[in-house]
């Protein structure tokens, strides 16, 4: 299948609803690197939700968010600490946005960022359809000792409109066994450790 070029951004029931397999399995692939105390960043969406809902068991940690969903997951347990960013809420994407939340991020620095994305390109770079959010997820990135990327593998069939960073910005991908063959060469320019979620 080509590559489809692409602004459309779909609602976060829809995104939830897609891939679920997948996302499950990177999810608890995602959960094997945090350890109790760590300091965290989830990025708004339906991976992180994945993973969000996994961390009940972890103890003491510190996880910043902008995802609503994300903190009505972790709300309700009294082992961790929740941090919302602020924002404007952005109608059916349950995701906090605006420099609120950009200026909050930039402050933070955090053990580890588990960010998502729209788009992993051949040449490298991550892409997200929504230009709005880049600023916030290169907040994030910064943020972190350590980034690691949650896309499973229908991201690589997809172009982002608006570039977010390179593979060479993140630690850690973590993905499917769907995802494309040429992901070892542009992991190997990268420097990106690679993870398959089974």
Known sequence: RSSQSTTLELPYELKKQQNVSAKN????????LIEDGDTLILDAGSTTYALAQL???????????????IA?????????????TGGIARPHDFSL????????I???????TFLGADAIHEDGTIGNVNIEEVAIKQAM?????????????????L????????????????????CPQ????????SGTELIIAK
Do not use: M, W
């Open 72 to 84: 009505i997951s972790l709300a309700a347990s009294p082992n961790n600490h929740l941090i919302c």
């Open 182 to 189: 040429y992901i070892d060469r542009i992991l190997a320019e």
């Open 25 to 32: 399995q990177i999810a608890h692939r995602a959960l094997e």
């Open 55 to 69: 961390l009940a068991n972890k103890q003491r940690l510190t996880v910043v968010t902008n995802d609503l969903q």
């Open 106 to 112: 930039k402050n933070l620095k955090v053990d580890k």
């Open 141 to 157: 990135v910064n943020a972190a000792s350590s980034v690691i990327l949650l896309a499973d593998a229908s991201k690589f069939n």
């Open 159 to 178: 172009i982002g409109f608006a570039k977010v960073c390179d593979l060479k910005d993140v630690d850690i991908l973590i993905t499917d066994e769907e």
């Open 97 to 104: 946005q605006g420099t609120e939340v950009e200026n909050f």
